[in-house]
């Protein structure tokens, strides 16, 4: 039987975040279920990226509590490199080694970071490239691919780690407009997988569809949040409402 503490995949409480003077975030309190997606919008620097970048500790938190997958982030004793292989995360750009074929790029973590054979991680490699719909692209570099194949890469690449969450930072922001489709498709496909997923957007078309539950940012805080239909569909707070109607 499974504990009631396994079906909380990210547990937030408290957190604080300030670069010198700045506060930049004020006290979030999140819990994701597993499986759960949750996608995060709000206007430029309210705290989103930061928000993200804490849950995996790519920024340290001034204060707050960060559980991932039952591990405290937070305790001083974690074994942070440990804990954050698990946690898949894609960003704006498209941050694949350009130096390095779409296979090594798979492969190079898997291999230095979870020790797994050449054969293994290939495979493994080759069944997430399917998954994104690149196996054809294996052995190409970066550069030839397009912006939406390369964010598709990555995204694989993550999922070769086997992560317990995913991390998406404005995934499609760097894209030209015809190519934002198949990478909202592939996450899309991710999310009916089960995969739990946090995912700051501005589209708010894959917001609606695809998300469990919106939150709204503003001014380092979670201003409101609530089903897709009711955040984006039917804000409640002045704040919500103008960042929408700027918006859509
Ligand atoms: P968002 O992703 O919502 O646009 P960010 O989390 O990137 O917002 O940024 C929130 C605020 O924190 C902004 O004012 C930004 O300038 C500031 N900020 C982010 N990262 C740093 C940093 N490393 N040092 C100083 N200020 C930062
Ligand atoms: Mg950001």
Known sequence: MSSPVAEVAVEITGLKKSFGPLDVLKGIDVTVARGEVVCIIGPSGSGKSTLLRCVNLLEEPTDGKIVVNGVELTDPDCDIDAARTRIGMVFQGFNLFSH??????????????????????????????????????????????????????????????????????EPTSALDPELVGDVLGVMR????????????????????????????????????????????????????????????
């Open 100 to 169: 390095l074929s779409v296979l090594n790029n798979l492969t190079v973590a898997q291999r230095k970071v979870l020790k797994r054979g050449e054969k293994e991680a290939q495979s493994i490699a080759l069944r997430n490239l399917e998954r994104v719909g690149l196996a054809e692209k294996v052995n190409a570099m970066p550069a030839q691919l397009s912006g939406g194949q390369q964010q598709r890469v990555a995204i694989a690449r993550a999922l070769s780690m086997d992560p317990s969450v995913m991390l998406f930072d």
């Open 189 to 248: 496909a991710l999310a009916d997988e089960g995969m739990t997923m946090l995912v700051v957007t501005h589209e708010m078309q894959f917001a609606r569809e695809v998300a469990d539950r919106v939150l709204f940012m503003d001014g380092g805080y979670v201003v409101e949040e609530g089903p897709a239909a009711q955040v984006i569909g039917d804000p409640q707070h002045e704040r919500t409402q103008s960042f929408l109607a700027r918006v859509l």
